[in-house]
């Protein structure tokens, strides 16, 4: 029969093709070792791993490897506040869905301050947890950071404001950059839990390598009186980064963001004013209060030189979140790498956002708490809070030396 002619080799050439398995077998183990040596074969897909457990030494490698994926969640989970740290790691049980963006968030929904989902409840995927590549300013042109490398540190760097300046998307925007590590949720460590001392706040931060900047954002501190003072005691180097906006508008956010939040509070217009016919303004509104911006720097002056503080115009962050970015980065010491290739306009969100947010490859807009639509205000009201705001804005352009803008 034909097919029993084909099967007949003779045992010479049977055995050269058995050494020929062998030999090619002993090939890919050493190529696939390598490859493991240089912590690579962790990012390859699951499907090509498991087809090497049939040898005992593969299962061993495999084995590490995979505690070496539960050492990377762990390290991740140990960044969680701890307020938040008993949620559960099933998920994911709730997804925003609000960013268009990758990120899957495991347990209960939790938001931040800010509104914004609390980001240190986010767990990216797993082939995102690989070792971060670190700029080769600081670690060595193209290396790897090995595994669990890194300390706690106290920030040198913070974003102190202001409440609805833009807070949020300057700390997303500047987690892009690989010298950067960033506590995702707000501490409120120099104002509400100062108490809990400095461990307590160290213990919050992400890990870090030599020449990486630890950052956090916490709005509040630029309106806080003994925040100064506090972030001087931790380090007079802290760097220190305010977000304004017009004032104006600012204040409309605010009042936007608690009425998302209660609905029944009284108009805009009403809690303006002390006295709607005299046309007084209540400055123990904090929505307005806030928005006195020389006033505040007044207090921050007294512990910082100007040149420790940078001052973002919101605005421009919106317009030219390059622009901004780069001054940041200039502030910060930090190699320009964050530039306008990094942002595309999203006309539905209308805002700008990120091609790729920090641990992703997909894009990512902030959420629906920003950039929400504001109530229509009485034009007049809008008029007289110009006029009261127009002499705290001159006083806070000939102190800062940057025209804002808000009052052409
Ligand atoms: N890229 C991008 N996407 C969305 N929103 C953006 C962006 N850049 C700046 N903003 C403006 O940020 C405002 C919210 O400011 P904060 O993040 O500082 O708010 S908070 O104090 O942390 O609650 C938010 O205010 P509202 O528009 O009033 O919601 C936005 O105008």
Not at 10 to 28: E, T
């Amino acid at each position: 029969m034909a097919f029993s002619r084909t099967c007949k080799v003779d045992p010479l050439s049977r055995g050269i093709f058995r050494k020929s398995v062998v030999m090619l077998c002993s090939l890919l183990t050493s190529l696939f070792l390598l490859y493991c040596v240089t912590d690579r074969c962790s990012t390859l897909p699951a499907t090509v791993k498991t087809s090497t457990q049939v040898g005992g030494i593969f299962s061993d490698e495999l084995h590490d490897l995979r505690s070496l994926r539960r050492k990377r969640l762990l390290q991740k989970w140990n960044t969680l506040p701890e307020t938040v740290s008993h949620i559960s790691a099933k998920g994911p049980s709730h997804f925003t869905g609000d960013d268009n963006a990758s990120p899957v968030y495991y347990g209960p929904l939790k938001l931040g301050d800010d509104g914004e989902p609390v980001e240190a409840l986010l767990l990216p995927p797993l082939d995102v947890l690989s070792p971060r590549r670190v700029s080769p300013r600081f670690a060595g042109a193209g290396q790897l950071s090995p595994l669990g490398e890194g300390t706690k540190k106290l920030p040198q760097a913070l974003i102190i404001g202001v409440k609805k300046g833009g807070t949020r998307a300057l700390l997303e925007f500047l987690r892009v950059h690989p010298d950067i590590r960033a506590v995702g949720a707000e501490p409120h460590f120099f104002d509400r839990n100062y108490e809990n001392g400095l461990e307590w706040y160290r213990e919050l931060m992400p890990k870090t390598l030599e020449g990486q900047i630890t950052m956090e954002k916490t709005p509040s501190y630029f309106v806080t009186r003994e925040a100064p003072a506090r972030i001087s005691a931790m380090s007079r180097d802290t760097k220190l980064i305010v977000v304004v906006r017009d004032p104006v508008t600012r204040a409309i956010s605010d009042y936007t963001q608690t009425l998302s939040k209660k609905p029944d509070i009284p108009s805009f217009e009403s809690l303006t004013f002390k006295n709607r016919t005299t046309g007084l303004i209540d400055t123990s509104w904090s929505a307005i209060q806030i928005g006195i911006y020389a006033k505040h720097l007044d207090n921050w002056l007294q512990y910082f030189p100007m040149g420790q503080i940078l001052f973002v115009s919101g605005e421009r962050l919106i317009s030219d979140p390059a622009g901004e970015l780069g001054r940041v980065q200039d502030f910060l010491g930090l190699k320009r790498i964050i530039t306008d290739k990094h942002f595309y306009f999203n006309q539905t969100k209308g805002f700008p956002c990120l091609k790729k947010a920090e641990g992703s490859s997909k894009p990512h807009c902030l959420g629906k708490t920003k950039g929400r639509t504001h109530p229509n205000i009485n034009p007049e009201v809008v008029q007289r809070l110009r006029d009261f705001y127009r002499p705290f804005n001159m006083k806070f352009y000939q102190m800062t030396g940057r025209i804002f803008g808000w009052d052409d």
